[in-house]
Nanobody, 121 residues
Framework: QVQLVESGGGLVQAGGSLTLSCAAS????????MGWYRQGPGKQRELVAT???????NYADSVKGRFTISRDNAKNTMYLQMNSLKPEDTAVYYC???????????????WGQGTQVTVSS
């Protein structure tokens, strides 16, 4: 009923930049909190950054000062601007959103399928 699609991943050298996008579609009434998560090979999935509907943000210490999360509520889209990338940032990045669908009165957690970010040294 709700789909989240990430895009913008790819290969980049250390110190470079990438911008990820997450587009939500389907029977959406409203999207509340959103966030980016990532998981490297053999590692636990970790929170990267979150953003509320009112654009209050929170960042993991490891990306603070380098990444910027933003959203466009009119487009149901979230972004992650990643600067000064490090090899440690290599992971599959997942989009998460709490979506209120048109047939419900409460938000449900939705996840995208992920996009690969690889940072070479």
């Amino acid at each position: 009923q709700v789909q989240l699609v990430e895009s913008g991943g790819g290969l980049v050298q250390a110190g470079g930049s990438l911008t990820l996008s997450c587009a939500a579609s389907g029977s959406i009434h409203r999207i509340d909190d959103m966030g980016w998560y990532r998981q490297g090979p053999g590692k636990q999935r970790e929170l990267v950054a979150t953003i509320s509907r009112g654009s209050s943000t929170n960042y993991a210490d490891s990306v603070k000062g380098r990444f910027t999360i933003s959203r466009d509520n009119a487009k149901n889209t979230m972004y992650l601007q990643m600067n000064s990338l490090k090899p440690e940032d290599t992971a599959v990045y997942y989009c998460n959103a709490k979506v209120v669908v048109t047939t419900a009165w409460f938000p449900v957690d939705s996840w995208g399928q992920g996009t690969q970010v690889t940072v070479s040294s």
